[in-house]
């Protein structure tokens, strides 16, 4: 069972992730210490592995910096659903093999709800069972998490995820 | 296929990027391409090479002469932990054999690029860093991404990219003296919004006029508005210093799926009120908000046309009391300009205070960072809640004009009004 934790329009990367907050500032050891350690204090301690972030439109707009969704990846995050992500953030993201899903779910979860995120079946149920259908990942997306990320993917097939036959 | 003078239609991203593909590229197509500059800072370098050591297990890089590396984020190093990262990242550079690395208080990451002519029209520019659209300004395709994105190109050479759809903005007319080209960056933020463009590449005409110093301006601030990439064609000055590629020229027929008209005549000086940079107000209209500190710097507004709006401005005057005014020259080079020619002089007679050419407190890391209940107005690109420094602290951004009426007055004034 994973917990919901629903966030508004526009969470820059100053909330995800200060750049005060960085490894480089700080540790690589202790990325999972701050993920929203200002915009939500409360988050780094009762986030749980698996638990799912809803937010609205442009999540992760502002840095280039990788640590603010790696350190959601850190902490867990099965995967986040918003109605739009920002560029650098979107890649990043599919970079490192976290699950973005571009919906608007926050009519339907509320926060601290509990749910199973089943990211085999894009699908996200309720403790009633009420599923929720997640739009399916394009292919591109989905081939990157399988192998766990972008640089695993390479490794792998020595090319990147892009063509026919990729 | 590449480097060759085939001409592809299009706009000039998809010109861009089909020369880079070596095939005729639309928007939405995604490819894979040589990337032909990497700029990597100090900030994301240690992510870097541990990617490329640790997980990569890649030895040498595809090209140490298409890399730069520039420490600007922590410039000098603020504490013991970014000293030792900084240690590292030189000892690596010196590996790799790259030998287009800037220490210390060579300045912003994307400034040196400029200046050194790193980039070129023509060119696709990664660095890890989202204002990395500057390069636009010379007519490249440079776009930010992450330390996985950045690893994959130093160790392959390439990356993949989806071709952005792209937006026209048409500037027409001149603006008046006090409005620069900040301005009509935040009066597009105002407009569109902080996802406005996201994806897109925008596209600037009729600024044929414009300066470099304000296409950097306007091309780093397309970042703000979600866009991938930010262009100008080089025209007059800077195409005497950039020279556009034989194969690179404007399509009457290219696809823009938007097409805005900024009228720069009726356009008035405007502030990015916090905590969102899309929250703008013309500067007369903002009422009396006083400020502690004034910053003038960073890649969108630290260079020596803007250190000389605002000496224009502060020229034989003193800052209001209790107003601290910072200058973070965005290079070395505008630095020793802007003493050579007394531009320098000038601001601190009126009581400003210099700070080491890079970034300084722009990502509110150091050398000013702000408390809580202070205000600050900087010439910098992002006010989120706690960027500056405390969360509780107030971010206003605005043109360098703007910022020095305020240092004179102690509250956000319109520079026009003075």
């Known amino acids: 069972m994973a917990r919901v934790w629903v966030f508004g329009d526009h969470i820059d990367t100053d909330q995800i992730l200060p750049g005060r907050y960085a490894p480089y500032m700080t540790s690589e050891e202790s990325l999972v210490k701050y993920p929203f350690v200002e915009a939500r204090p409360e988050f780094a301690h009762r986030v749980q592995r698996g638990d799912l972030i809803v937010a609205g439109s442009n999540f992760g707009c502002g840095s280039s910096r990788e640590y603010a969704p790696r350190a959601l990846y850190a902490v867990g995050i099965a995967a986040i659903v918003a109605p739009s992500f920002s560029r650098i953030f979107y890649r990043n993201a599919l970079n490192l093999g976290l699950p973005l899903y571009e919906a608007d779910l926050r009519a339907l979860l509320g926060d601290g709800q509990v749910v199973t995120v089943d990211l085999d079946r894009d699908r996200v149920v309720t403790e009633k069972s009420i599923e929720i259908a997640l739009p399916e990942p394009s292919p591109f997306a989905r081939r990157i998490w399988r192998e766990g990320g972008v640089v695993q993917y390479y490794l792998k097939h020595g090319r990147f995820p892009v063509g026919e036959e990729a | 296929m590449k480097n060759t003078n085939t001409r592809h239609s299009g706009t000039l991203s998809e010109q861009i990027i089909s020369h880079a593909a070596g095939r005729p590229v639309r928007a939405d197509d995604l490819v894979v391409v040589d990337v032909d500059r990497c700029m990597t800072h100090d900030s994301l370098t240690p992510e870097v090479i541990s990617v490329l050591r640790d997980t990569l297990h890649a030895e040498r890089i595809h090209d140490p002469d298409r890399v730069a590396v520039i420490i600007d984020h922590v410039a000098p190093a603020s504490t013991v932990a970014t000293a030792d990262a900084q240690v ?104 569109l919004g902080l996802d406005g463009a996201t994806y897109r590449a925008i596209e600037f005409h009729g600024g044929e006029w414009m300066t470099l110093s304000s296409r950097e301006t306007l091309c780093s601030m397309t970042t703000e508005l979600g866009a991938k990439a930010g262009l100008f064609l080089p025209s007059g000055d800077v195409a005497d210093e950039f020279p556009i590629p034989e194969w690179l020229a404007p399509d009457p027929d290219a696809e823009y799926e938007r097409t805005l008209r900024v009228d720069l005549d009726a356009l008035v000086p405007q502030v990015s009120v916090p905590p969102e ?24 507004n630290g260079r020596l046309q803007d250190l000389r709006a605002a000496a224009a401005i502060l020229k034989g005057k003193k800052l209001a009391a209790g107003v601290r005014m910072l200058i973070i020259p965005a290079s070395h080079r505008i630095l020793r300009d802007a003493m050579a020619d007394g531009t320098m002089e000038t601001l601190l007679a009126a009581g400003a205070t210099v700070g080491t050419p890079g970034c ?30 405390s969360p509780e602290g107030s971010i206003y951004l605005s043109s360098p004009e703007t910022a020095a009426a305020t240092a004179l007055t102690g509250h956000i004034t319109d520079p026009t009004a003075l």
């Open chain 2, 277 to 300: 940079v899309d929250i703008v107000k013309a500067a007369a209209e903002l009422g009396d908000v006083r400020v502690d500190q004034v910053f003038i710097g960073t890649c969108t």
């Open chain 2, 360 to 389: 300084g407190p722009c990502i509110g890391r150091h050398m000013g960072v702000i408390g809580a209940g202070e205000v600050c107005l900087s010439t910098a690109n992002r006010n989120f809640r706690g960027r500056m420094g």
């Open chain 2, 88 to 191: 590292d990242t030189r000892q690596w550079v010196a590996e790799q054999g790259i030998a287009r690395f800037h220490d210390v208080g060579s300045g912003v990451c994307h400034q040196v690029m400029i200046e050194e002519h790193y980039v070129a029209p023509g060119q696709i520019a990664l660095g890890t860093d989202s204002h990395a659209t500057a390069y636009g300004s010379v007519g490249a395709f440079g776009t930010g991404v992450g330390s996985r994105d950045m690893a994959l190109a130093l160790a392959t050479g390439q990356t993949w990219l989806r071709v952005p759809r792209t937006f026209r903005v048409i500037l027409e007319g001149h603006m008046r003296p006090g409005v620069s080209a900040k301005d009509i960056s935040l009066s597009l933020c105002g407009l």
